[in-house]
């Protein structure tokens, strides 16, 4: 069975900064490309970042882009996402997800997801 576990997210003052981590069980996360995606309360759910599985391609939203930096340890089989400078309205449920996905911006192109970190960024 599949399982998708993100770690690090928590409570962070605006400007602060957070590493949220994801692993996997049941697939080899070194074979696919990651993604990460957000969900506020009462919004659809929005792409972050993702990484190849060589990670020789990274993709960033505009809004994160310059804050935010994705990278990936295959030898520890997991892939991070370095948050800086984070604004309160970046408070969200973070999701990582794998796949091989035609678009990796776009999330229903992962199969495979993990059930998320609170990040809450207080002002």
């Known amino acids: 069975q599949v399982q998708l576990v993100e770690s690090g997210g928590g409570l962070v003052q605006a400007g602060g900064s957070l590493r949220l981590s994801c692993a996997a069980s049941?697939?080899?996360?070194?074979?696919?490309?990651v993604g990460w995606f957000r969900q506020a309360p009462g919004k659809e759910r929005e792409f972050v970042a993702a990484i190849s599985w060589s990670g020789g391609s990274t993709w960033y939203a505009d809004s994160v882009k310059g804050r935010v930096t994705i990278s990936r340890d295959n030898a520890k089989l997991t892939v991070y996402l370095q948050m800086n400078s984070l604004k309160p309205e970046e408070t969200a449920v973070y999701y990582c997800?794998?796949?091989?996905?035609?678009?990796?911006?776009?999330?229903?192109?992962?199969?495979?997801w993990g059930q998320g970190t609170q990040v809450t960024v207080s002002s």
């Open positions: 997800a794998a796949g091989y996905p035609g678009n990796p911006r776009i999330g229903s192109d992962y199969p495979y």
């Open positions: 049941g697939l080899t996360l070194s074979r696919y490309t």
